[in-house]
């Protein structure tokens, strides 16, 4: 139950950098995910947490202490791997006890922890059998119990649902949030998957190329992301950018016009651009309307439509922009049809060609 | 960049694991390739010598038994590797069938002569080969001979014992490692071949064999380095006779050390012409399988 | 179909010819030694009645014992030690990484075609000053640290999950305890190839021990048979029995760990 503090993170092999500074506060009992695409860092700096990585340079604080040059072991937290790790020749108990036994741990304490982590994943039944005789599920689980025996101060997870199929993964999410709530205990999970961070987390932290993008609470950073990497990221369907270009700016509001459909104008209360730069309108596949319900409307060509039940998807195509609609009349909307939908400018994103937010 | 004590501990465990084969191979091998080398320009009978310059190099241009003992190491590897090396790798696909019965039984029964010592299977083929011995007896019964082939007292026949020992004795040993490599390939690009309608020839040849390139480049370096070795099989089946026609290399270091006038100076100059050839032959192979992939 | 029968037909036949061709040995072996001398050589190939014969004048010439005593001796310890020295250095270098470790062993590639004939004089020499000469260390020390098993080792460690390495490190385990109670025993079958592999190469050894090992009393069964064989004139009945004798514990080995074996050089060739 430690709050964790970065400062000034980095690493670098020889003169490539991975992680290039990340500050950053995580109180105690808080559920953090760390998220970004493959290659963005979120592992390694997990890693470095965990003192399996060394730091290159910063400080990382665990409970208050100066934990860079300390031992894994000794840093209070347990660690669960996107492939288990389990050891292959120990049955679930041996492997569930093995850290306690090279802490000095005496035998019944041992035993005790054993069975009480073992009764909050109910895993009694599978104590003694090996991993190779469990299902992916269960050994998923043995490596939860495994972390939770040693009573850290905080979890690890590494992409820990990643090997599972979709239904099972489901149904970890909810066992991992419920155990989240039962051990009251500060929990750093690194996935790919935004489903999953969103889901989760206390405090989504926003990756990409070693650098953190934005740090909030999920809906935070639906509602309101700093940039366009975020609100593309975060979100399924994905945000739909339409490129555009400013033409006119009065005070405090700009007029932009789609590049892909000439003539369309848009006005939105903005402070910064400048007349002629190239921006990017972000709209989730929610917010479109039906025709002349918002602001301005736009006609597009269907390529398909996914007719989910509860809801539908249009995916339409904007000169060669893939365009994700989500609205009341999505239900009767086929491939190859047209479909004109608004644009409200009071729930448009705008961002400037660095993809850095404008409103 | 601070070296943390986690950077340390990474170095100091890494040294710590491979010091003990390090300092063994300093002593068993470091040290006695670069005392040979110094060896190579002494002279002298057992242990005391004195320095002789290029004396050694002068004799060995003039040593006619070395360029015998060279040409049979070389005729050996020329005949024998490729003879073996194809074999193993047809028993290797034949026993990847799935659906060939018995495939542990014939994969057991031939990689069994492996188990056997070079000694005792020297002996036996020894016995085997003999001149009315049981090889003879039934090639005679067979019709497939006249008279006896004097196995042993030919030089040209002996050759062919030698060759046909070692082939017996290490085939399985390659056959298993292509064996373990061809169960690695995934079968599905065997199915995509046979419905692109490739004939089994072509994924032999264009599929299998290039895919097992870095295994059987492996077991070639391995077989050349045997083949320099020589040395069991002709000490005990034919004392490098008759008339030096099975010499090799190592029999002839090891004659020159400790059968002939012992002379660990020469021998140390002809134990460094081994080191170069097998210099020049791993070179050549890399380039030829290097050559390969690029026109492939 | 008639085309697919022929070829299968066809492997059948070849597969068991050559089956044929590597047991025949072991059959020659397995009955010359129940025959006499002169039959061996004119090829008699059927169980004699001389089996007994050809022990007792093989007891006569050899002391079995001590010979056996010695190989085994010689083997076991050559085994062991080998194992324990190249799989340290092998799970070294490919687990915690380092340039110029990295260097240190390409160098021992190259070092791996080095033949053993290239070294033997000066290895004898230094031998012979240290004054180990006839003896059992002398056999053993030069062996250890073997290139090749280095290399099997190294290939793999490749296939150990590097998870596995870090959950014990969280775990509380320090570097040589994981080596000790995570790696070794999850690489059982790596450990068991390359047992069969030391093994059969120490028992067989026959060149070194011929240098080194001076004295009756401390020859290997590869010894004794090779000057058998060398005799004037060789008694074969008690040649094959020796040869059968020589064989049978490498024999049995192998069966004993065959599945481990082949599961074992699966993970090296990866």
């Known amino acids: 139950m430690s709050s964790l503090s970065l400062k000034g993170i980095r690493k670098s092999y020889g003169s490539l950098d991975v992680i290039k500074g990340v500050d950053l506060d995580i109180k105690a009992k808080e559920f953090v995910v760390f998220v970004g695409p493959s290659g963005c860092g979120k592992s390694t700096l997990l890693r470095m947490i965990a003192g399996l990585e060394p730091i290159t340079g910063g400080d990382l604080n665990i409970g208050g202490k100066r934990m860079n040059d300390v031992d894994p072991s000794r840093r209070g937290i347990a660690m669960v791997f996107q492939t288990y790790a389990l050891y292959p020749h120990m049955t679930v108990r041996e492997n569930m006890g093995f850290a306690l036994r090279f802490a000095g741990v005496a035998k019944d304490q041992i035993a005790k922890q054993v069975n009480e982590a073992a009764r909050i994943l109910a895993l009694e039944p599978l104590l003694d059998r090996l991993p190779k005789e469990l299902s992916g599920g269960q050994r998923q689980r043995v490596a939860i119990g495994r972390a939770i025996v040693r009573h850290p101060d905080v979890f690890l997870f590494d992409e820990p649902l990643s090997n599972l199929d979709a239904e099972l993964r489901v149904h970890m999410r909810i066992e991992i949030a419920r155990l989240h709530r039962e051990l009251q205990a500060t929990m750093i999970y690194v996935t790919h998957d935004q489903v999953e961070a969103m889901t989760l987390a206390d405090t989504i932290v926003v990756l990409r190329d070693g650098r953190i993008e934005q740090v909030g609470r999920p809906l935070e950073l639906y509602d309101n992301p700093a940039n366009q990497f975020v609100a593309g990221f975060i979100g399924s369907p994905k945000m739909n950018f339409l490129s555009a270009e400013i033409v006119e700016k009065i005070g405090a509001s700009v007029t932009i016009e789609l590049v892909k459909h000439p003539g369309t104008r848009l006005t939105l209360p903005v402070t910064g651009g400048a007349v002629g730069e190239k921006v990017t309108l972000g709209v989730r596949a929610e917010h479109f309307g039906l025709p002349g319900k918002g602001s301005v409307d736009v006609t597009l060509h269907v390529d398909a439509a996914e007719h989910l039940g509860s809801t539908s998807y249009v995916y339409a195509n904007s000169g060669g922009e893939l365009v994700v609609i989500e609205h009341e009349e999505s239900r009767h909307t086929n491939g190859n049809d047209r479909i004109t939908v608004s644009i409200s400018a009071d729930k448009a994103y705008l961002f400037d060609s660095a993809g850095q937010r404008l409103r | 960049m601070a070296t943390t ?82 074999l193993a790798l047809l028993f290797a696909v034949a026993l990847n069938d799935a659906t060939l019965r018995f495939r542990g039984v014939f994969r057991t029964l031939l990689f069994l002569p492996c188990v056997t010592s070079l000694i005792a299977y020297s002996s036996l083929f020894k016995s085997m080969f003999s001149n009315d011995g049981i090889i003879n007896q039934t090639l005679v019964s067979l019709h497939l001979i006249g008279a006896p082939i004097p196995w042993l007292t030919d030089p040209f026949w002996a050759k062919m014992v030698i060759i046909t020992a070692i082939t017996w004795r290490w085939t399985g040993y390659n056959m298993i490692f292509y064996l373990a490599a061809l169960q690695n390939i995934d079968k599905s690009i065997y199915e995509a071949a046979r419905i692109d309608g490739v004939p089994a020839w072509a994924r032999f040849w264009n599929l299998t064999v290039p895919m097992l390139k870095p295994v059987i480049l492996f077991t070639t370096i391995l077989s050349t380095i045997g083949t320099l070795q020589l040395f069991d099989e002709v000490n005990n089946i034919t004392q490098g006779g008759p008339g030096n026609g099975t010499m090799t290399l190592s029999l002839y270091i090891y004659n020159l050390t400790f059968r002939m006038m012992p002379s660990f100076g020469y021998s140390a100059l002809v134990s460094w012409v081994i080191v170069a050839i097998v210099a020049v032959l791993s070179i050549v192979q890399f380039v030829i399988a290097r050559d390969r992939r690029r026109a492939s | 179909m008639n085309m697919a029968l022929l070829r299968r037909s066809a492997t059948y036949v070849l597969l068991s010819l050559a089956a044929f061709i590597s047991v025949f040995p072991f059959i020659w072996m397995a ?240």
């Open chain 2, 5 to 86: 004590r986690l950077h340390r501990n990474e170095q100091i465990n890494g040294w710590a694991f491979v010091m003990p084969a390090l300092v063994l191979l300093g002593i068993f091998m470091i040290y006695p390739i670069l005392w040979s080398l110094w060896m190579s320009f002494q002279v002298g009978r057992g242990n005391n010598f004195s320095f002789g310059g290029l004396a050694n190099i002068q004799r060995l241009a003039n040593d006619a038994l070395l360029v015998h003992a060279l040409s049979n190491t070389i005729i050996f590897f020329i005949i024998q590797v490729p003879i073996m090396i194809v």
């Open chain 3, 31 to 270: 009955l010359g030694a129940t025959n006499k001398s002169n039959d061996i050589v004119t090829g008699r190939l059927s169980l004699g009645s001389n089996l007994l014969v050809n022990f007792q004048n093989l007891l006569a010439q050899v002391d079995l014992v001590r010979v056996f005593g010695n190989s085994f001796l010689i083997a076991i310890i050559s085994t062991l030690l080998t194992l324990a020295v190249s799989s340290l250095a092998g799970y070294g270098f490919e687990i915690f990484r380092s340039r110029v470790r990295e260097r240190v062993f390409q160098l021992l590639l190259l070092f791996l075609s080095i033949p053993f004939a290239a070294l033997m004089v000066p290895l004898f020499v230094l031998i012979s000053r240290a004054q180990l000469n006839n003896t059992f260390i002398a056999v053993i020390l030069p062996t250890i640290a073997s290139i090749f098993i280095i290399f099997y080792f190294r290939q793999a460690t490749k296939a150990f999950p590097g998870d596995l390495r870090d959950a014990a490190r969280v775990d509380g385990l320090k570097e040589w305890q994981i080596f000790l109670f995570v790696y070794l025993p999850t690489m059982r079958s790596t450990y068991a190839a390359a047992t069969i592999i030391v093994f059969m190469g120490a028992w067989n050894n026959y060149l070194w021990p011929l240098i080194v090992l001076q004295t009756p009393e401390n020859k290997t069964i590869t010894l004794v048979i090779s000057a058998l064989t060398a005799a004037y004139t060789p008694d074969y009945g008690v040649i094959l029995l020796a040869t059968v004798l020589a064989t049978l514990p490498t024999l049995i080995i192998f069966f004993v760990l065959q599945r481990q074996f082949v599961q074992g050089m699966l993970g090296a060739v990866k």
